[in-house]
């Protein structure tokens, strides 16, 4: 065929054909073509399309302009509605564009091929265009996609929506299979297979609902989708409308709901509290999983009975709780619960009231807290009780000082109530000695400072008593280290301190005794010799003094011998006595009346400015000792209460009865207890500081210088002490003394003190003195003496030589004067052996100081007769008598 005969056929061929360029413009139509325009050939070329079709604006569904635009073929029925110059040329047809190519592929133009679907057409069928007009405004403006497909499932209509949904331009999808454009693969064959089976029974799962599916974009993503479809009949067929709309977002939502809610429920169901929910009509709604497994009831279970009944038998029980769950107070209240077996579970609960009424209640199982709880009370009320038996105090206290607790062995200590202290935390300080608060003062100080303090000092309880404590505290820190509070141990060390002074008393006490012993035998020692010098000087004197005239002139020299020889002597006296080496001859006293004998004597010996008052004691008890130590005791004392009174002044002596209770005891660790007769001798002379009282009864310890001989106390002490007795000094300067002998009651039967006959020197009448000492002065002081006295003397310088003149002796002897201490054999053996020799002959004894050979501690055995060194010739004299007369 050449290119005359196609053109032929095209230009005669019963349908319209027309050829465009790019740019829509007709560049050849053929008869049909033209006749349908109205337009001839020539006018036709250059002319766009849908000028020459008479219309005002290009068809929106032009199928050249989409053959040019994609490349491919596409088609569409175009209406002409009597516009422009055509105005009774009404019509519809089918056009189909074909793109037209070069030999590269190029395009270069589009050929149209329209058929003439309607001659003519109808009112009606103007109106349905029209509405489908309005159809087509309302569905490319539509927000959903807007898909139209045919019989065949392919697409006929793709909205704006659509194209930005699924990022497909309209040409490209226009008579593909939907599926094929919409469906991820997956679906596709489902969704074929569901068309199809629509398109035959015109049912289907989507037709009439909104189903939910995944669509797939051109990217090639998938997005969930809502789709409902609606067949649409087209003449003789069944075409589908369907709205697409994308619900990611709202998936999205519907997730995160989902999630959210998912994690309440893990939380509600996990979660160790019990969670319940009730309407307000007191219908549950909840329970969680804590709350059925605790108490046992499930939520369907609980549905069936009056929960609340189950699980508070009680009605009053259940009626508070009614009224705990109603209420809004945010708190937690306890509830024993009953569970399904009967168990009580202790729990506690609170409420939340929600907005639209429904209350949730939430509880918690507390059996195990209550049992910590429980255990931790048991031991703190243990630790209490341990707290509450200490004897120590125990205290804690905030910072500012104010007590937060004290246990009771505060009120124990103190005397003070606890509550007081808490009252007044100053207290503690305030009942501290007034001398020692410093120390308490100083300890607080420095437990601020350092965080710890230890302190001893006293207190004096409202009761006067006054206690030491020792007080040991330290700072409690925080966590971060600062301070919190305080708190220590308070010991009533009050006994401590007592045994303490004591101690150091006893301890002083010693050293004084051992010095005073040591002095003592000092003393002692060097009295014996100088005793024996005395008797020398004295007897003689005497003698000598016996065999003058009292006018002669030498009497008085002698005299003042004598008297000078007498003061040594009784210097000699006194350190025996207070060395106890004094030889005594204790009596069963009534020491008023030796007291009485004395009086005149001591007024004498302090002169007429100091006034003596004495108050005797009734019924004093008698006591035993040797009447001439309670005369050394009152003269010394009297002597020191002059001294110390000066001038004018008093002196006061007394007596009493007195029984010394362990108590006393206690606190004068020097006394004794038991009964004894003190004598008080106060004066109201100067006093005495402490220090000097310390010393007063240490031997030649003296405040007066060369006047004092510091031998006057220790006589008096070294008295009181052998006869069992103690002393008592109170003084203090410018208040005077009170000196408080304590001397032992005699507990025996009293012999009646045979009053002593004063009488003229008893003489001998002959009688034969065998008389033994070693000091060859002595022995002739004693021959010459007692020759003097009328007796006949037989002199002997040792003990042999006494036994052999005894042996000797043809004559009777009468007596035996002899030393205690000689070489050889004392003076009580050799008294035994010449009693052997001649048992008539009596013994007396001679000697400076006591010795155990005749006395026991100083104490005359019964029955010895004695004669005190250095010998006095009146005593000598009494003693020679005594002896002879004795049986
Ligand atoms: P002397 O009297 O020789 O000094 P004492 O042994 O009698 O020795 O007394 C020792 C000291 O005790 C005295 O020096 C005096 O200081 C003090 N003393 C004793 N008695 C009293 C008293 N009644 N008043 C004040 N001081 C006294
Ligand atoms: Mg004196």
Redesign the pocket.
Known sequence: MNDKTIAYILENVPAMIAFHDTEQNIVWGNRDYRDACGIDADQLAGKKCWIAWGLSKPCQNCPVKVALNTGKSAEAVITREGQGHWPENQGAWHVRATPATDDQGNIIGAIALAFEITKRKSREKIRLEEAQDRFRAIAENALDAIVLIDEEGKVVYWNPAAEKMFGYHAAEVMGKDVHAVLMPEEYQERFKKGFEEFRKTGKGPAVGKVIELTAKLKPGTKIPIEISVAPIRIGENVWVCAIIRDISARKRLIEDLQQTRDLLQAVLDNIPLMIKMYDPDGRILLLNKTFENLIGWSKEEAEKVDLMQEIYPDPAYRQKAWKFMRSTAREWREFSIKTKNGDIVESVWTNIRLPDGNQIGIGMDIRDLLAKDNALKESQKRFDLLVSRLNDVIWSAKMNGSIIEANHAFETVYGISEEDLKRNPGLWLEVVHPEDRRIAEDSARQLRNTGLAEAEYRIVRPDGEVRWIRDRKSLIYNEKGQPKQMGGIINDITELKKKEEEKERLQKQLIQAQKMEAVGRLAGGVAHDFNNMLSIILGFTQLAMMRLERSDPIYAELEEIYRAGERSASLTRQLLAFARQQTIIPEVLDLNACVAEMLKMLQRLIGEDIEIAWKPGTNVWPVKMDPSQVDQILA??A???R??IKSVGKLTLETENVVIDEKYCARYSYSKPGEFVMLAVS?S????DQG?LER??EPF????GQ????????TVYGIVKQNHGFINVY?EPGQG?T?KIYLPRFAGTIRGKTAEQHQDLPRGKGETVLVVEDEPQILNFCKKTLEYLGYRVIEATNPMEAITLAEKHSGKIDLLLTDVIMPEMNGRELATQIHSINPNIKPIFMSGYTSNVIAHHGVLDEGIVFVQKPLELNNLAKKMRKALTQK
């Open positions: 010394n004392l002597v020191n209460a001294d110390a004066d002379g100067c006093g005495m000097t007063i009864f310890f003296t405040t007066k006047n004092g001989t510091g031998l006057g106390l220790a003084s003394t000196f």
